[in-house]
């Protein structure tokens, strides 16, 4: 079972315990003959209002009734412990009702679970990510650079919706920061209610695999998360085995196509921009550091794991 499946499957349990429960107080309350027939009764003043509405008919009387039949049936619900409320099924998500779709486009729930899985599975909890506002410099070799490369990247993020630059390539060697300050990026993000999903790049080649080995009808669903989610990040570009017709081939693909739906893309690298032109050749090179709408930044300095010991 692929991870959309699973949370999808995942998403309409949720949606299945929710309205088990309502039903489940609905039919608890009708256990007392009193509001069972104030119930019956709305349902059936409703009926009939709507019914006489479509006929152009005058209703007036009735909707007065059915104020008053309603109101007591509030009385004695609370006389049992219970609201209407609680005939109401308590979605997890209020914007799709635990469908996990909207309009025909997965809800950012949706994103939320894929990225809570994804990022656990290369050790990062979205519940404990750092924040621009409690990062430390004193590690760095250059606090001062390393001060405004934060600053400048927190600024991106308020403006992404506005700005040109829609992408950002983080350089720099193991250990340098780059995962750290992608956390900043995330959690500044989720705030704005971005849809984020996170892949390693050894985990997005894996999907590219699929893809492309897949030949019935579930293949063109395969990338739609990567294609339609606000935010990609693919980290430690480069440390994927290349796979003829598959690697470029596909990272382009989404790169491209993400840039013609006006979404953005993080990427963070240990290869300098030689070593991925070398590696992903011209086109895929030109979607990934093309300057016009992608901001770079090449952290050096010395491995901060090593001076946190």
């Known amino acids: 079972m692929n991870i959309k499946t699973k949370i999808l499957n995942q998403i309409n349990l949720d949606k299945q315990k929710a309205e088990h429960s309502s039903e489940v107080n609905l039919n608890k309350a009708l256990q007392d003959k009193e509001f069972k027939s104030l119930y019956l009764k709305l ?11 479509f006929e152009k008919q005058n209703v007036n009387s009735m909707k007065k009734e059915y104020k008053e039949v309603y109101a007591k049936a509030i009385k004695r619900l609370k006389d049992l412990g219970m609201t209407f409320d609680d005939f109401k099924p308590d979605y997890k998500c209020k914007l799709c009702k635990d469908t996990g779709f909207i309009d025909g486009k997965y809800c950012k729930c949706f994103y939320t679970r894929m990225n ?3 990022t656990s599975n290369v050790g990062i909890d979205i519940n404990f990510l750092h924040t621009f506002e409690n990062s430390k410099f004193d590690l760095f070799d250059d606090k001062e650079k390393m001060q405004k490369v934060y600053q400048k990247i927190e600024g991106w993020c308020e403006k992404i919706d506005d700005s040109k630059f829609k992408n950002l390539v983080l350089c720099g060697q193991t250990g340098v920061g780059k995962t750290y300050l992608v956390e900043c990026v ?23 695999l699929k893809f492309h080995t897949t030949f019935d009808e579930s293949k063109q669903s395969l990338l739609d998360g990567v294609l339609d989610c606000e935010l ?38 240990n290869l300098t ?5 070398d590696r992903y050749g011209d086109r895929t ?8 709408n992608t901001i770079i930044v090449n952290i050096e300095n010395s491995d901060l794991r090593l001076k946190r010991q």
């Open 43 to 53: 349902k059936t003043l409703n009926f009939d209002i709507a019914k006489k509405e």
């Open 285 to 292: 090179f030109s979607r990934i550091c093309n300057k016009a």
């Open 116 to 118: 809570k899985q994804l």
């Open 232 to 269: 990609l990040i693919i980290d430690d570009l480069g440390s994927e085995p290349q796979i003829k017709k598959v690697n470029e081939d596909y990272l382009y693909l989404v790169l491209n196509e993400r840039l013609q739906k006006n979404k953005s893309t993080i990427i963070t690298t």
């Open 186 to 208: 995330c959690n500044k993000l989720l705030k704005k209610d971005k849809s984020i999903i996170f892949y390693s790049a050894f985990a997005l080649n894996n999907l590219f």
């Open 273 to 277: 921009l030689r070593q991925i032109l």
